[in-house]
């Protein structure tokens, strides 16, 4: 009955999480709210809260999971991708750890973890099923074949949608984090208020740049024409916005299950805390016969939950690594 520590700092948000034999028995997030007084994250800010908040973060996912750190047998850590300061907060505490209780290192890669977080709670897709990772940096249909088999086969050619959402609101004046600002105001807007065009990207790759210029000149044009357009307009904004985001993630999601012939269909990452993906997601799954899966809403945004459970389906394998292993800002799969 392995016990993993699970260790997350990839971006701003300090993680930690106890997974006992695949259940997990805690799971702590210290957010970072000093990015909020420049719009965004600050990567040296980041490191540094990242220091003040790991020892008391791991500290209290002991005491949650109600075990001691003697009870440990693994430490986990996402090793990338993400901001490199960021990660060597969590790199470097999970190998001191590591060293001082003797015990196995498992590097996890912080976009597998993304996927694995279906595997916390029941249901569980089977293999293969295709997995929709969207968040702040990335935005991929991932086939996942097994555990540790994946394959992205479309992805970004520019920004991520999460950047897409928190670009957005910014241009509309609204504080950071974007993303969860536009989902409550398009539950109370107005959908089909106006138009953005949709991207014609061939095959299963995203552009999300084009949209993000598209939403910036409407809201010039109209700021020209009512000083006060933001504010009088701001939920139907929203929700025409989310919209656009949701059909264009959702249209090219359909097209994999095609060509894919996949029947469980899967969404991870952070916008996928996003109400408008999640009850999209719902509806195309009944019209297409899929099985859906979206994570608990914890287990979406950056936590270490999902390092814990990816790091207890290494340490079945074995899959260890040694102290000499570095944080990697870009880490394929
Ligand atoms: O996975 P994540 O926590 O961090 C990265 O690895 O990037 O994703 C963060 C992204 C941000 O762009 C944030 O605005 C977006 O997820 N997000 C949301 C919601 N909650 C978080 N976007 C839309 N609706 C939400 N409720
Ligand atoms: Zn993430």
Known sequence: MPVILGIESSCDETSASICADGKILSNVIANQTIHEAYGGVVPELASRVHQQNIVPAVQQS???AKISKNDIDAVAFTRGPGL???LLVGVSFAKAFALARNLPL??????QAHVLAHFIDEPKPSFPFLCLTVSGGHTQIVLVKDYFNMEIVGQTNDDAAGEALDKTSKILGLPYPGGPMIDKYARIGNPNAYQFPEPQIPGLDF???GLKTAILYFIRDNTRLNPNFVQDNIADICASVEKRIVTILLNKLKKAAQQYDVKDVALAGGVSANTGLRNGLKVLGEEMAWNTFIPQFQYCTDNAA???IAGYYKYLKGDFVGQDTAPLARMPF
């Open 306 to 308: 999902m390092i814990a």
């Open 106 to 111: 498992i590097e996890v890669n912080h976009m």
């Open 62 to 64: 002991i005491v949650n």
């Open 84 to 86: 490199l300061g960021s």
């Open 207 to 209: 552009s999300f740049s």
